[in-house]
């Protein structure tokens, strides 16, 4: 053998032998569910340098041997799992860890959705408006949205001012949350109206009791839970535009929501909508000056991983809002003809103009939010907003003040939270954290007309803790509890002889600070300790029939408005007067409800009983002629009441069968397809003052509807539907009616009853519509754009509602005919 073969034959062994050494190592590994560190069996790895699939066992174990030294990527995969990648430097035999997540929100989320009447993982009742149901209000407001859910209704002044009423309860004893954020906009006032484009929402989660802790104790009617879009991790873009006229306002709206959407984690979001209408009309007359004026923004940016995420956004929110011209009247004797006659004393013609008396309102948000989640524990999830709220309101003015707002407030609400979720357990969830808020209140003080609200600082400092427990597969339980301390810092000028007439020189000489003229400066300081406890049970029977029944307590302090006010609210022409010595409000709520989803039936039965004690309620008392005119008093007050009531709702398929091939046996096959669907609704209140057994005022009065849908009539995509709203005649009302001097043409005086106490009657309306789906040539399923006609009040029917304070001087609006266009991009 020559040396140079010698030496080449000794090189390849010694290669041989190295490799034989470095391709020894064992790779071997768990992998297991990042919330609960439970083994997951069947998960595949996926080697992809030997392009080499291995699977683990019955405990979640895999194992590589023969491995060579060197870097490997593996993709790590398990049904139901978001899938992983990680690259493993092997330089000896090595044991790892691998955690997937199990897509448990994602689920959950879908789960509720189909579902719209119940939240399976909730003992309280709540609802669910999905987001086709969103789009048709996307002309509206979020009150009127809202009105589609049995046991909620609107209480509104005029056309454009709707506030939410859930189980006859309204204002700050509903809490509004958009996008993970308390609403702070001024929204004590029955003409306050939540700042809210109803555009950015997803879904809408109504929930009708005070279960929803993390958001604050004090919502004892309820909490509204306005959600975005998911984020989706892949590479795509999204969107949607909306268009809508409509012949009574003779104006429209148009939307535009665009996502951009990263498989990184990355995303943008924006939102832009803007509405213009001029004034409505009732079936027999212009409603003057009732047109309005809309435009919002909304901005996101954010990254989301499972593990960790962090976004920031921001919304703007305008609006311009006219306040019916015969609401203001110059004098007691206009005023009593007016309510008493139910004819405007003003009726101009049409008019896209926005005149006094008039609100205009602007809205800033920002928020920033990041979470972390951490194997076998939970989610920590941090957020802090600010939000600045704008109102002005004018009123008819002449001379040097003409055009200048007589109530101009800024409201500056900062909020901070931490929230940790434990759902490492499958049984057992649980939810504990703490927030806080600072809020300033400005009013400017050189309108020229007495501030209605003072200038004051707010402070509140909460913490709070929920359980949820599967007892078994069929059996839930959940309880909660939070604790809040509540300081509120004032600054207000009473009148010397009314401070005294209200014995307030008696209750509170510690706010005096100081005599100027006929006036008491005073610096009333307020502190509630407040308290919040839920409890429920769910039992399923089966997969179709279920039972809740939650308890509830929660306490509400007075808030601003029902202090403080004190003079003329020039949105409503009303003259209101706080009290500064009211309690905080204390409910007991027993909330059940039974649920059915079997088949083609879907059926929600929701009976519930408050006890709250020191209800505060606005009423009427007189009428005050002030240097602007006569106008209505109302005086808050309190007493202990009883609540009670029912909601029912539901819903029923027809199916039709369409043969669709002939096997060889001449058996047809059949596709099945939703041919009609009958939806219906009912809901029932009744609220009593105990100790005098009389009526509350304001008590949505008992009502229903009923709505039919055709599916592909005709042609495919095409669709029906006509829908009766009847209201029925309140019967249960207190006696507010008052007498007034009235000025005779022959001269004297006449003592008159102002009716400001009789419900309107009852009525019903009709409504109907058809739409037109376009659908995508690349996938059947998916819809590209709808083209729907609707035609709201078809027969113009004259009616007034109970739950507007414009009834007293007007009819509601008359006969709408719309025209929407969505496109999804």
Same mark, same amino acid.
């Given at each position: 053998m020559k040396t140079p073969t010698l030496w080449l034959l000794i090189m390849l062994f010694a290669a041989l032998w190295s490799t034989a050494q470095d391709c020894a190592y064992t790779l071997e590994g768990t992998v297991k569910d990042y919330h609960d560190n439970s083994s997951l069996e069947l998960a595949t790895v996926y080697i992809a340098n030997l392009q080499r699939t291995v699977s683990t066992d019955v405990n979640g174990s895999f194992k590589i041997k023969d491995l060579c030294a060197g870097v490997y990527y593996l993709s790590i995969a398990h049904i139901d799992c978001e899938p992983k990648k990680i690259t493993v430097d092997l330089t000896n035999s090595q044991k790892i860890?691998?955690?997937?997540? *199990? @897509?448990?929100?994602?689920?959950?989320?879908?789960?509720?959705?189909?579902? /719209? #009447?119940?939240? *399976?993982?909730? &003992?309280?009742?709540?609802?669910?408006?999905?987001?086709?149901?969103?789009?048709?209000?996307?002309?509206?407001?979020?009150?009127?949205?809202?009105?589609? /859910?049995?046991?909620?209704?609107?209480?509104?002044?005029? +056309?454009?001012?709707?506030?939410?009423?859930?189980? !006859?309860?309204?204002?700050?004893r509903v809490a509004i949350v958009n996008d993970g954020i308390r609403q702070q906009d001024q929204e004590w006032g029955i003409e306050h109206a939540p700042n809210i484009d109803v555009n950015t929402a997803s879904s809408i989660q109504v929930i009708k009791g005070a279960s929803a802790l993390r958001y604050g104790g004090d919502a004892i009617g309820g909490t509204i839970i306005i959600e975005p879009a998911r984020i989706i991790s892949k590479d795509t873009l999204t969107g949607t535009i909306i268009s809508q006229v409509q012949s009574n306002g003779r104006g429209g709206s148009i939307t535009g929501s665009?996502?951009?959407?990263?498989?990184?984690?990355?995303?943008?979001?924006? &939102?832009?909508? =803007?509405?213009?209408?001029?004034?409505?009309?009732?079936p027999d007359y212009v409603l003057s000056n009732t047109g309005n004026e809309t435009t919002a923004l909304n901005l996101g940016i954010g990254f989301k991983s499972f593990e960790h995420g962090a976004n920031f956004k921001y919304s703007y929110y305008e609006s311009s809002l006219g306040i019916l011209r015969a609401s203001h009247i110059g004098n007691a004797a206009d005023l009593v003809r007016s309510? +008493?006659?139910?004819?405007?004393?003003?009726? +101009?013609?049409?008019?896209?103009?926005?005149?006094?008396?008039?609100?205009?309102?602007? @809205? *800033?948000?920002?928020?920033?939010?990041? $979470?972390?989640?951490?194997?076998s524990l939970g989610k920590l999830e941090a957020d802090y907003s600010l939000q600045f709220n704008n109102r002005k309101e004018y009123d008819i003015r002449r001379g040097s003040n003409a055009g200048r707002a007589s109530l101009d407030m800024d409201l500056m609400t900062h909020n901070a939270s931490l929230n940790m979720l434990f759902d490492a357990n499958k049984t057992t969830t649980v939810n504990v !954290?703490?927030?806080?808020?600072?809020?300033?209140?400005t009013p400017d003080a050189n309108t020229g007309v007495r501030r209605l609200i003072p200038d004051y600082n707010a402070t509140k400092v909460g913490t709070y803790l929920s359980v949820n427990h599967h007892l078994k597969d069929n059996w839930i339980i959940d309880a909660g509890l939070r604790l809040d301390s509540y300081k509120i810092d004032a600054d207000k000028f009473y009148f010397q002889t009314r401070w005294e007439s209200l014995g307030y020189d008696q209750q509170f000489p510690q706010f005096e600070i100081r005599t100027e003229g006929n006036q008491l400066l005073t610096n009333p300081v307020l502190d509630y300790d407040l308290f919040a406890f839920t409890a429920g049970t769910k039992y399923f029977f089966n997969d179709h029939y279920d039972l809740a029944v939650?308890?509830?307590?929660?306490?509400?302090?007075?808030?601003?408005?029902?202090?403080?006010?004190?003079?003329? *609210? #020039?949105?409503?022409?009303?003259?209101?007067?706080?009290?500064?010595?009211?309690?905080?409000?204390?409910?007991y709520k027993l909330n059940t409800s039974f649920h059915v989803n079997h088949g083609k039936l879907d059926l929600e039965f929701n009976p519930y009983l408050n006890f709250v004690s020191d209800f505060i309620q606005l009423v009427p008392t007189s009428i005050e002629t002030t240097t602007r005119g006569a106008f209505p008093v109302y005086q808050y007050e309190q007493l202990d009441a009883r609540l009670w009531g029912m909601d029912v709702s539901a819903s029923y398929d027809f199916y039709s069968k369409q043969p669709v091939k002939q096997t060889t046996e001449n058996e047809l096959v059949y596709k099945v397809k939703r041919l009609l669907n009958f939806n219906s609704q009912f809901s029932y209140i009744q609220g009593t003052d105990i100790e005098a057994d009389e009526p509350l005022i304001d008590m949505p009065p008992a009502q229903f509807s009923n709505t039919i849908t055709? $599916?592909?009539?005709?042609? &495919? !995509?095409?669709? $029906? =539907?006509?829908?009766? #709203?009847?209201?029925?005649?309140q019967t249960r009302f207190p006696n507010n009616n008052y007498e007034v001097n009235v000025p005779l043409e022959t001269g004297g005086f006449e003592m008159r009853e102002v009716n400001i106490s009789q419900p309107p009657a009852a009525y019903s309306l009709w409504n109907a519509g058809v739409s037109y !789906?376009?659908?995508?040539?690349?996938?059947?399923?998916?819809?590209?754009?709808?083209?729907?006609?609707?035609?709201?009040?078809?027969?113009? &029917?004259?009616?007034?509602?109970?739950?507007?304070?414009?009834? $007293?001087?007007?009819d509601d609006v008359g006969r709408d005919i719309q025209l929407q266009f969505i496109y999804n991009i």
């Open positions: 860890e691998i955690l997937l997540e *199990h @897509h448990v929100e994602d689920l959950q989320t879908i789960k509720v959705i189909a579902d /719209v #009447h119940d939240d *399976h993982n909730n &003992t309280q009742s709540t609802t669910r408006i999905k987001k086709e149901t969103v789009q048709n209000y996307s002309g509206a407001t979020l009150g009127d949205a809202l009105s589609s /859910v049995a046991g909620v209704s609107s209480l509104k002044t005029g +056309n454009s001012v709707v506030k939410p009423v859930i189980h !006859g309860l309204y204002g700050s665009l996502n951009n959407y990263r498989k990184s984690g990355w995303y943008q979001q924006v &939102t832009a909508t =803007y509405k213009r209408l001029g004034d409505y009309e009732a309510i +008493n006659s139910g004819t405007p004393t003003v009726i +101009n013609d049409f008019t896209y103009a926005i005149d006094v008396p008039r609100q205009e309102v602007a @809205h *800033h948000s920002l928020r920033f939010n990041a $979470f972390k989640r951490f194997a !954290g703490i927030d806080g808020m600072y809020q300033v209140n939650n308890l509830s307590s929660a306490n509400r302090a007075p808030n601003p408005s029902e202090l403080f006010s004190d003079g003329l *609210h #020039h949105a409503l022409a009303t003259i209101e007067l706080g009290r500064l010595d009211l309690d905080k409000e204390q409910s055709w $599916f592909n009539a005709v042609n &495919t !995509g095409l669709e $029906f =539907y006509l829908t009766n #709203h009847t209201v029925l005649e !789906g376009f659908f995508s040539k690349k996938n059947p399923k998916v819809r590209k754009s709808l083209l729907k006609l609707s035609v709201l009040n078809i027969f113009n &029917t004259s009616y007034r509602n109970y739950l507007n304070r414009q009834r $007293f001087y007007a």
